[in-house]
């Protein structure tokens, strides 16, 4: 089935025109990144050059994507936009809220019984408002978004940070807050800084027991965690043409653990056989008709260096596999090194769980990847030693596969655990026996994440992230320092065999099947259709708007807490059990900036409360502070707000009372979110004057009545000695996003205007 196909041949009708517009402005070839963007312009043709980097810039995206968690606040907010149904393709996905614990049949039902309030509610506000919804069961957001949605050259924004899969057939597919969704869903242009570029040029091709994750895997270790801030990765070259098109999406996918606004790759042949595969044939046949168009003009690709800001080589003959963590995604060790690395760092090798699946590596091509190796060992007569869990990417993927006999090979092993079609683990949605006892441990996985306490909770659990082929052979030895390349297994028998390499099937020979997609069609006319929320419930609450700015400096601000080093939306708004609240900004405001480690303490959710000396825990402080009418501050290092696109990092703060959050470096999507809900997001101007601030200090901001892009604040510190210091502040608010911070929220601002 093809969605949206009227809307994807409009878009492709004016795509030449458009583009050669661009080509024409811009003097010079262009990016496959440059054409979407300046095909996706709010106000048509392009008139002006963006500066990268500098240049915020309205866009029209074509769709919009939201998983069950953060579309719960979404959709409160687009409630009280005025609207009467969402301008462009949207849908919500059901797959957060599922906990991994027996296996799918039961979990599944469990979480349908634990969350029917949320379910109904998601549910009849899609059926009210022409939005898509996928029901529990039917499959990962981003796996769904690829086989039924996802086209070349089109642009999308979700509210997940993983959104970014997409790029994956072509897209480019970003990652926002829910308040930038409703922005797209009230018909209204969507601002983004216009992204730097970084080309990745790939050569060879993979072999053995290297993989599609290998390539992102050593990509987050040439540039870290923030080496991708504010650009789009756009991979090319032979090396790129040879990887299938499941295979670029787990590639774009991981790109959010680099901060990259998206990645993506130019049309191909593997999109082509994807599509045709998932039953869009009409969009293989319309994106035929501007082929070139839909990938970077032959001369960018031919002189990377002249036309990116940024090139990375690598080649795909001599990659190698690659295990990186733990706690942070872009320490990347490769395999062959890994005895020596955990011998070095004190790395447990003992592995009890290893975990296959998420929205990156749950496709029909890696399951046969993984499951040709656990095939083989049973063949040879090798036990696992670790208990092997899957997560299916959608309903599509594990009935294929059922049929196909992959599930059944899994279940050689007595220890594999089937999933739900759904995140689980991977975003700490995962009941592992033992996790409360918090012993020290390794655990493998092919999911994305790996920040401390993200899986199961438990600080001292080691994440590697690896491939679905490292994982399988990994679960096999039960030794994280395994190398299937070079080292031997014992079988039953007592004699040393080696596993073969890893084979798999990019799509199904037979096609893929699916008995029951878990889609509802959203009604024709919702307008009769009534969304009650009681205003009783503990998971849902309507949203009150937040107060317009009064015009005056911020002054006798307190500190609420200073932050020391990794502070991710995971520090600042826990997933795991907190997930249910998503949907009641107060109750899950308890878990605010609870995992943020006190820079005067070394301790997490204990700071000084100074109204009455007393220690306490974040969010009952903050409290405090707003019910004496009092104003806080949040102080962060590096890239704070590292992670998940989830707003309640930035609204949860403003519900509290803080008023500024004040770092040396943002994530982006964490910027933007904090911009959304009316607060002010500042950087030290000089990094240095993070280590002035003290834990009984008081804040004024004196010149905020000149608050004006361009143009640096001043905060005034007072010190408990009676000393001051005044320190300069960075911003990188526009003329419209200071109107969202005086109007409060952005929101603020569509409700008044949709009056």
Same mark, same amino acid.
Request: negative net charge; charged residues 20%; aromatic residues 8%.
């Given at each position: 089935m093809v969605f949206?196909?009227?809307?994807?041949k409009?878009?492709y009708? #004016?795509?030449?025109?458009?583009?050669?517009?661009?080509?024409?402005?811009?003097?010079k +070839?262009?990016t496959?990144?440059?054409?979407?963007l300046?095909?996706?312009?709010?106000?048509?043709?392009?008139?002006?050059?963006?500066?990268?980097?500098?240049s915020?810039?309205?866009?029209?995206?074509d /769709?919009v994507?939201?998983q069950d968690a953060?579309?719960?606040?979404?959709?409160?907010?687009f409630?009280?936009?005025?609207?009467?149904?969402a301008?462009?393709?949207?849908t919500? *996905?059901a797959? *957060?809220?599922?906990q991994a614990r027996i296996g799918?049949?039961?979990?599944l039902?469990?979480?349908?019984n634990?969350?029917?309030e949320v379910?109904? $509610?998601?549910?009849s506000?899609c059926?009210?408002y022409?939005?898509?919804f996928?029901?529990?069961?039917?499959?990962?957001?981003?796996?769904v978004?690829?086989?039924?949605?996802?086209?070349?050259g089109?642009?999308?924004?979700?509210?997940?940070?993983?959104?970014?899969n997409?790029?994956?057939?072509?897209?480019?597919?970003?990652g926002?807050?829910?308040?930038?969704?409703v922005?797209?869903?009230?018909?209204? =242009?969507w601002?983004?800084k216009?992204?730097?570029?970084?080309?990745?040029?790939?050569t060879?091709?993979?072999n053995?027991?290297t993989?599609?994750?290998?390539?992102?895997?050593?990509?987050?270790?040439?540039?870290?965690?923030?080496?991708?801030?504010?650009c789009?990765?756009?991979?090319?070259g032979?090396?790129?043409?040879?990887?299938?098109?499941t295979?670029k999406?787990?590639?774009c996918?991981?790109?959010a653990?680099?901060?990259?606004t998206t990645?993506?790759?130019g049309?191909d042949?593997?999109?082509?056989?994807? #599509?045709?595969?998932?039953?869009?044939?009409?969009?293989?046949?319309?994106?035929?008709q501007i082929?070139?168009?839909?990938t970077?003009?032959?001369e960018?690709?031919?002189n990377?260096?002249?036309y990116?800001?940024?090139?990375?080589?690598i080649?795909l003959?001599?990659l190698? =596999?690659?295990?990186?963590?733990?706690?942070?995604?872009?320490?990347?060790?490769p395999?062959a090194?890994?005895?020596?690395a955990?011998?070095?760092n004190?790395?447990p090798t003992d592995?009890e769980w290893a975990?296959?699946?998420s929205?990156t590596?749950?496709?029909? @091509?890696?399951?046969? /990847?993984?499951?040709?190796?656990?095939?083989?060992?049973?063949?040879?007569?090798v036990k696992?030693k670790a208990?092997?869990?899957?997560?299916?990417?959608?309903?599509?993927?594990r009935y294929?596969?059922?049929?196909?006999?992959?599930i059944?090979?899994?279940k050689?092993?007595?220890?594999?655990k089937i999933?739900?079609?759904?995140c689980g683990?991977?975003?700490?949605?995962?009941?592992?026996?033992?996790a409360?006892k918090?012993?020290?441990?390794?655990?493998?996985?092919?999911f994305?994440r790996n920040f /401390?306490k /993200?899986a199961?909770?438990? =600080?001292n659990?080691?994440a590697?992230?690896?491939?679905p082929?490292?994982v399988?052979?990994?679960?096999i030895?039960?030794?994280?320092?395994?190398?299937?390349?070079?080292? +031997?297994?014992?079988?039953?028998?007592?004699?040393?065999?080696?596993?073969?390499?890893?084979?798999?099937?990019e799509? =199904?020979?037979?096609?893929f099947?699916?008995k029951?997609?878990?889609?509802?069609e959203p009604?024709?006319?919702?307008?009769s259709?009534?969304?009650?929320v009681?205003?009783?419930?503990?998971?849902?609450?309507?949203?009150t708007?937040?107060?317009?700015?009064?015009?005056?400096?911020?002054t006798?601000?307190?500190?609420l807490?200073?932050a020391?080093?990794k502070?991710?939306?995971d520090h600042?708004?826990?997933?795991?059990?907190?997930?249910?609240y998503?949907?009641?900004?107060?109750?899950?405001?308890n878990?605010?900036?609870?995992g943020a480690?006190?820079a005067?303490?070394?301790?997490?959710?204990e700071v000084v409360?100074?109204?009455?000396?007393?220690k306490?825990?974040?969010?009952a402080?903050a409290?405090?502070?707003?019910?004496?009418?009092?104003p806080?501050?949040?102080v962060?290092? *590096?890239?704070?707000?590292e992670?998940?696109s989830?707003?309640?990092?930035?609204?949860?703060?403003r519900h509290l009372g803080?008023?500024a959050?004040?770092?040396k470096?943002?994530?982006?999507?964490?910027?933007t979110?904090?911009?959304?809900?009316?607060?002010?997001?500042?950087?030290?101007?000089?990094?240095n004057d993070?280590?002035l601030?003290?834990?009984?200090?008081t804040?004024?901001?004196?010149?905020?009545?000149?608050?004006a892009p361009k143009?640096?604040?001043?905060?005034e510190?007072?010190?408990?000695d009676?000393?001051?210091d005044?320190?300069?502040l960075?911003?990188t608010?526009?003329?419209q996003?200071? @109107?969202? $911070?005086k109007?409060?929220s952005?929101?603020?601002l569509?409700?008044?205007?949709?009056?």
């Amino acid at each position: 089935m093809v969605f949206d196909i009227e809307m994807i041949k409009q878009l492709y009708s #004016l795509y030449p025109q458009k583009i050669e517009a661009a080509r024409k402005l811009l003097q010079k +070839p262009l990016t496959l990144s440059e054409k979407i963007l300046y095909t996706h312009l709010w106000d048509g043709e392009a008139k002006e050059i963006y500066e990268r980097g500098a240049s915020y810039v309205d866009f029209a995206p074509d /769709r919009v994507a939201m998983q069950d968690a953060t579309a719960q606040m979404a959709l409160l907010q687009f409630m009280q936009a005025g609207k009467q149904k969402a301008a462009v393709p949207s849908t919500v *996905h059901a797959d *957060h809220l599922i906990q991994a614990r027996i296996g799918a049949d039961k979990d599944l039902q469990e979480a349908i019984n634990k969350n029917n309030e949320v379910y109904n $509610f998601l549910s009849s506000v899609c059926n009210k408002y022409g939005i898509g919804f996928w029901k529990p069961g039917a499959g990962i957001i981003h796996q769904v978004v690829l086989e039924n949605y996802a086209f070349p050259g089109g642009m999308m924004i979700g509210t997940d940070s993983h959104t970014v899969n997409a790029g994956g057939l072509g897209m480019v597919a970003i990652g926002v807050g829910g308040a930038d969704a409703v922005d797209v869903m009230a018909g209204m =242009p969507w601002e983004l800084k216009f992204p730097k570029l970084i080309g990745v040029k790939l050569t060879g091709k993979m072999n053995g027991w290297t993989s599609p994750k290998d390539v992102i895997l050593k990509v987050a270790g040439i540039l870290t965690v923030k080496g991708g801030t504010g650009c789009i990765v756009e991979y090319f070259g032979d090396g790129a043409k040879s990887i299938s098109c499941t295979g670029k999406g787990t590639i774009c996918n991981m790109g959010a653990e680099i901060g990259a606004t998206t990645s993506t790759f130019g049309y191909d042949d593997s999109m082509r056989r994807y #599509l045709s595969a998932t039953d869009r044939q009409d969009v293989v046949d319309a994106a035929d008709q501007i082929a070139t168009d839909l990938t970077g003009d032959e001369e960018v690709y031919q002189n990377p260096e002249k036309y990116f800001d940024q090139v990375i080589e690598i080649n795909l003959d001599t990659l190698t =596999p690659h295990l990186n963590g733990p706690f942070t995604p872009d320490l990347a060790t490769p395999v062959a090194e890994m005895k020596d690395a955990a011998a070095k760092n004190n790395w447990p090798t003992d592995i009890e769980w290893a975990l296959i699946g998420s929205c990156t590596n749950s496709s029909y @091509e890696d399951l046969t /990847r993984a499951a040709s190796i656990v095939d083989d060992a049973v063949n040879k007569g090798v036990k696992p030693k670790a208990i092997l869990g899957i997560n299916p990417g959608s309903e599509q993927v594990r009935y294929t596969a059922e049929r196909d006999g992959l599930i059944d090979t899994f279940k050689k092993f007595e220890s594999a655990k089937i999933f739900t079609n759904a995140c689980g683990p991977c975003i700490g949605q995962w009941d592992r026996p033992g996790a409360d006892k918090q012993e020290v441990n390794s655990i493998v996985h092919s999911f994305n994440r790996n920040f /401390r306490k /993200r899986a199961d909770g438990n =600080p001292n659990t080691m994440a590697f992230v690896t491939s679905p082929e490292m994982v399988a052979a990994i679960a096999i030895s039960g030794k994280l320092d395994f190398n299937p390349i070079v080292d +031997p297994l014992t079988n039953e028998n007592g004699d040393n065999v080696y596993l073969d390499e890893p084979v798999g099937v990019e799509l =199904p020979e037979l096609g893929f099947d699916v008995k029951d997609n878990g889609y509802q069609e959203p009604a024709n006319d919702g307008s009769s259709i009534v969304v009650e929320v009681n205003p009783s419930s503990e998971r849902l609450q309507l949203l009150t708007p937040f107060a317009a700015w009064d015009g005056a400096n911020i002054t006798g601000a307190k500190l609420l807490i200073k932050a020391q080093g990794k502070c991710t939306t995971d520090h600042i708004s826990m997933a795991g059990p907190w997930l249910r609240y998503r949907g009641h900004l107060d109750n899950i405001s308890n878990n605010c900036l609870i995992g943020a480690i006190n820079a005067y303490s070394g301790e997490a959710n204990e700071v000084v409360n100074q109204l009455t000396g007393d220690k306490g825990e974040v969010p009952a402080t903050a409290r405090a502070y707003k019910a004496a009418g009092i104003p806080s501050i949040v102080v962060g290092d *590096h890239n704070y707000g590292e992670g998940s696109s989830r707003e309640h990092a930035a609204m949860e703060p403003r519900h509290l009372g803080v008023a500024a959050v004040i770092v040396k470096s943002f994530a982006r999507i964490h910027e933007t979110n904090l911009k959304k809900q009316g607060m002010l997001g500042l950087t030290f101007a000089n990094e240095n004057d993070y280590d002035l601030i003290k834990e009984e200090d008081t804040f004024n901001f004196i010149d905020l009545d000149a608050f004006a892009p361009k143009k640096q604040l001043t905060l005034e510190v007072l010190h408990q000695d009676g000393s001051s210091d005044q320190i300069k502040l960075n911003h990188t608010y526009n003329a419209q996003q200071i @109107e969202w $911070f005086k109007a409060g929220s952005a929101l603020n601002l569509i409700r008044a205007n949709t009056k």
